[in-house]
């Protein structure tokens, strides 16, 4: 399977949920403004982080898959990260580990 095949197998525990909330939030103003290299669109391997037609970074947590690679690549403070409790039904589902 591809990387991508795989992501696709990912369960999420708040999928068809309405009251889903982030538990990565980004300020993409400070991505469009002051990062030199925009490396989270390189290194996220579940695509969250895109570049528009104009450069600019954008992002949705809602594909996430929580391997905390954002945090590292992040080194201009636009990455802030609560990891989900899973008692309230959110995160991913493991199956393995």
């Known amino acids: 399977m591809t990387i991508a095949e795989r992501l696709g197998t990912v369960n999420y525990r708040n999928q068809e949920r309405r009251d889903a909330r982030p538990h990565i939030l980004v300020d993409t103003n400070i991505c469009n403004t002051r990062c030199p290299h925009k490396a989270t669109t390189y290194v ?15 992002f949705q947590f809602e594909d996430c898959i929580e391997c905390g690679t954002c945090m590292y690549a992040c080194d201009q ?5 609560h990891y989900p409790d899973p008692e309230q039904g959110r995160g991913v589902n493991w199956n393995y580990g």
Do not use: F, I, K
């Open 44 to 58: 996220c391997p579940a695509n969250c982080y895109t570049l528009d037609e104009q450069g600019h970074v954008h």
């Open 77 to 81: 403070g636009a990455v802030s990260w």
